[in-house]
């Protein structure tokens, strides 16, 4: 099964997508920055570039897979998606 992590390097994604991986799932991580990339890809799992507020981004990566999400994530896609939402009517 494809799976879309985002906090991939967070405390609980660092331990999870190892555990993805050795189950046999292919694994791409969200990563803003350089530094999150470089750990992603050191965890094993493929980089996908962006951020929650890249709407258009995630439902890309969203299409070749499942989410998971820790809490805070989910939260800020809600917030994200509700703006882009409110945009998008005017």
């Known amino acids: 099964m494809s799976v879309f992590v985002t906090g991939g390097t967070g405390h609980s994604g660092s331990y999870i997508v190892p555990e993805l991986i050795a189950a046999g799932h292919e694994v791409t991580g969200l990563a803003r920055s350089d530094t999150a990339a470089a750990a992603v890809s050191a965890l094993g799992a493929k980089v996908r570039r962006g951020d929650l507020e890249d ?26 998606w509700r703006q882009g939402t409110r945009q998008a009517r005017r």
């Not at 070749?64 to 989910?74: E, F, K, N, P, Q």
């Open 55 to 80: 709407l258009e981004g995630l439902f890309v990566a969203l299409a070749c897979g499942m989410i998971l999400a820790d809490r805070s994530t989910v939260v800020a896609m809600a917030a994200a």
